[in-house]
């Protein structure tokens, strides 16, 4: 697709052009407006309100405050509630602190996929 094609389209999604869309190199927009026009905005194998929240928590690790604005209100857009925001929240910071725990440690990784099996294998029969 050309990159007069792309920009159609962009205007076409978005009813205008963000500037920071026309502030990327023409040839990365190429390429990467077709990622994001599939995987953050349209069909997938998981579903639209599940991505932005995932994004949204990768956007909180990032602690970036354009990523977190855009994919809270798309989550929001595609039905997440304030109640499943609010437990994204305590999701993201409580794998924020095992993984500070873990790498304050220095935490031998052969020790933790051990443990982590057996953890699993002990909890499946608990079921």
Not at 58 to 79: D, I, V
Request: hydrophobic letters at 40%.
């Amino acid at each position: 697709m050309s990159y007069q094609q792309t920009v159609k389209e962009i205007e076409s999604t978005f009813g205008s052009v963000p500037e920071f869309f026309r502030n990327t190199p023409q040839d990365v927009m190429t390429q990467m407006w077709p990622l994001m026009k599939k995987y953050g905005l349209g069909e997938s194998v998981i579903p639209q309100k599940y991505r932005e929240m995932m994004a949204l928590a990768a956007a909180a690790a990032l602690k970036c405050p354009y990523c977190q604005t855009f994919h809270k209100e798309s989550a929001k857009m595609f039905g997440a509630t304030e109640a499943e925001l609010n437990e994204l929240a305590t999701v993201v910071a409580q794998t924020s602190f095992w993984s500070a725990i873990l790498h304050t440690q220095n935490y031998d990784m052969n020790t933790f996929m051990k443990e982590l099996q057996a953890m699993g294998e002990y909890m499946s029969k608990k079921k």
